[in-house]
Structure formats: structure tokens, C-alpha cells
């Protein structure tokens, strides 16, 4: 079965710490995406990647940053985490850049800084 | 700003009724997606509508596009306790790069037995 895999399903940290939030994908899929959900506003993306070292910001990019530095995975950097960053954050995969795939999404990261 | 609107918020019906959500979007699609969540959990994807489609089923799902009213619906039939979950709908837009899904805020469903 194909997997998206987040390191973590719970995590808490403290403000100012540098997080690192990992996803690794099984499916040899080109891109790669990390989105927070928060209550009332759905899903958001923070950024994306459709190559090895290559990403995109998304629409929330502040205060994050990535690194892809191989296909299967897709790293997610919170530089210092503060208390507004405290969300619940979901990797996903696609197959290629071409339209008309559907996302594999990782069972998710809820994140709480304190 | 998000692309995809879900209404209603929330749903409740009886295990066995059919279950319709609906999704509104405001710019021009490639295609439109619908997802499921169960609480805590990731997302599954559902069905996909390209914009050259009017319908699409996928055993007791059954997809709707009107892309001159930029809306969708989703019809889940003779439900079951299972289908209790939020679900989101997706769109492709045609600007802004490929494959890069916007999703709207959610319906919750509730299926009661």
C-alpha cells in the first residue's frame, strides 16, 4: 500500500526552538506539498516542491522554510517556532506536475508550541 | 482567500438517507476534487471532475460540475455510520502552476445510527 509517512503525530515545543517537521513518501511521486489546517480555515499551503531541491512558496509561507534534498522526502522548517504556529500539519504527494492526480496525504503532525 | 466553499458546515442524517454537500468556487478549474478526513487523521482522497465533465460516480459517490455556476455537489447514497467524517472539496485552478490544489473549510458529516 502506498504511504505518505510524518514522523510525528504529536509534538510540543517551546517558542523560539527551531522544529523540524519530516515526510517521506514511498510512491516515487515528482511533488510534494505541507499544508496547515487550522478550525474555520481549512486547509492552507505553506509550501511545495515538484523536484529534488526545488520548491514554491505557497499561500502562508512565513516563518517556514523547506528542504528537499532527496525525491522521498520533503522537509518542513519552522526557523523559530512562536505560539501562532501552534496548528495541525499534513504532508501530501502527488504523482507529476501534469494535472489530474489526486494527493496521498500523511495521517499528520499536530503541532503545539508553548 | 480560499477557492472551495462547502455547504453546509454541518450535516446530521439517519444511517441509510442520502447525504448531498455542495462546493462553490470563484475562478476558472482544471478539475475539482473531493476529500474525506476522519477527526485527527489525514485526507483520503474521494473522486476527481475534470472541468470537461458534468458527472462522475464512484460506487455510492456520485459528483456533480457546473462550471457556469462554479459549483460542485457530492452525493453520498444509503449511508453508513462510517461515512461520518469532514469532508473537502479541492480545486486545480487553471492559473498559478499545476497540481496545486486549493481546498475549501469543510462539511462535517454525521451519520447516526
Known amino acids: 500500500d502506498v504511504k505518505v509517512t510524518q514522523s510525528s503525530r504529536y509534538l510540543v515545543k517551546r517558542t523560539g526552538e527551531k522544529v523540524f517537521l519530516e515526510c517521506v513518501q514511498d510512491m516515487d511521486h515528482e511533488n510534494m506539498f505541507w499544508y496547515r489546517q487550522d478550525p474555520g480555515l481549512g486547509l492552507r499551503l505553506i509550501y511545495f516542491s515538484y523536484d529534488v531541491k526545488m520548491k514554491e512558496k505557497g499561500d502562508i509561507p512565513e516563518g517556514y522554510s523547506v528542504s528537499r534534498e532527496k525525491k522521498e522526502r520533503f522537509s518542513l522548517i519552522l526557523e523559530s517556532a512562536s505560539t501562532n504556529q501552534t496548528s495541525m500539519y499534513l504532508c501530501a504527494s502527488s504523482l507529476s506536475w501534469t494535472r489530474d492526480y489526486g494527493y496521498t496525504f500523511g495521517s499528520g503532525t499536530r503541532l503545539t508550541v508553548v | 482567500s480560499q477557492q472551495g466553499e462547502e455547504d453546509p458546515q454541518a450535516l446530521s442524517i439517519q444511517e441509510g438517507e442520502n447525504a448531498t454537500m455542495n462546493c462553490s468556487y470563484k475562478t476558472s478549474i482544471n478539475n475539482l476534487q473531493w476529500y474525506r478526513q476522519n477527526s485527527g487523521r489525514g485526507l483520503v482522497h474521494l473522486i476527481l471532475i475534470r472541468s470537461n465533465e458534468r458527472e462522475k460516480h464512484s460506487g455510492r459517490l456520485r459528483v456533480t460540475l457546473d462550471t457556469s455556476k462554479k459549483s460542485s455537489s457530492l452525493l453520498i447514497t444509503a449511508s453508513r455510520a462510517a461515512d461520518t467524517a469532514s469532508y473537502f472539496c479541492?480545486?486545480?485552478?487553471?492559473?498559478?502552476?499545476?497540481?496545486?490544489?486549493?481546498f475549501g473549510t469543510g462539511t462535517q458529516l454525521k451519520v447516526e445510527l
Open positions: 479541492a480545486t486545480d485552478r487553471l492559473t498559478g502552476g499545476g497540481n496545486k490544489l486549493t
